[in-house]
Structures are given as C-alpha cells and as structure tokens.
C-alpha cells in the first residue's frame, strides 16, 4: 500500500514530466529507424519514470541473461546513447533531485531520480525488475 501512495504522489509531483521526456526520447529514437533498440528502452525505462516504487534496476547479466546487450556491442551502444540522449535526461533527473532534496518530504523522490538518472547513462543491457523479485533472486545466487 505504501508503495502505490508513493507511487500517485511521485506522478503528480512530477513524475509524469520525467516520463514524457523518456517517451519523447523514445518517439525521437524511432524517428530515425536506426534508434529503434534506444527508442524501445526510453519507452521501458518512460514507465519506471512514471511509477519507479517498488521496482528497480539491474543488468541483465545478473539476471543470467546474456545476450548483444550485456556485452561489448551493449557498451557501444550506451556510448552513444550517452552522447546523443542520454547526458540531457541524467541532467533532468539530477535537477529534479537537488529540488526535491531541499525539502525534507521529498527526499524519497530525490533519491528515485538518481536512481533514474543512474540507469540514464547506460540503459542498453538493462532490466525493470519488481524490488521483491531482485531480492528473492539476489539471495538464492
């Protein structure tokens, strides 16, 4: 219950903002055909932006999936990412976080933006688990 409060007043503080920018990156993305595997992440990842509790972000490798993503053509792609997209939301969310600091209230949603900003440098070879399951699945390796 408390992570669906937290998840409606992230939205209405914001958090639909953040979540339209990575949808607009995405429709950008697709735009140019060859961003089609960037553009299906912003779409992923615009999601998490709309309701991030409750769920977080890992490699796949650590998932045991291992697949273009997880591996030098996954590096790659992130470089680009970085350069063309990715450092203009890092910088959305990191400005997002420094104002929701101030206040004491929202430090939670401050530390959801870092955690968005984080997965904005590198989101090629990613996934969006529920927090549960990374648990489970993090004490049985």
């Known amino acids: 219950m408390l992570t669906l409060i937290l998840n409606v007043l992230w939205f209405i503080l914001g958090g639909w903002a953040m979540g339209l ?19 299906s992440a912003c779409f992923r990842i615009g999601l998490l ?7 977080t972000v890992v ?3 650590n998932l045991g999936q291992q ?3 997880t591996g030098a053509a996954g590096f790659l792609g992130n470089v680009v ?3 063309l997209a990715g450092i203009w939301l890092a910088i959305g969310h990191l400005l997002e976080a420094i104002a929701l600091a ?4 929202g430090i939670p949603f401050a530390f959801q933006h870092l955690k968005l900003a984080r997965i904005t440098l590198a989101p090629i070879g990613t996934a969006i688990v529920d927090t549960d399951v990374w648990e489970q ?3 049985k390796g």
Do not use: E, K, Q, S
């Open 81 to 83: 990412w970085f350069v």
């Open 21 to 39: 920018m990575w949808w607009l990156a995405g429709i950008v993305m697709f735009i140019t055909i060859i961003g089609i595997p960037w553009g």
């Open 67 to 69: 697949d273009m993503g």
């Open 49 to 55: 932006a709309f309701w991030p509790f409750g769920r």
């Open 102 to 105: 101030i206040t004491i209230i």
């Open 59 to 61: 490699h796949r490798g």
């Open 137 to 139: 699945i993090r004490l």
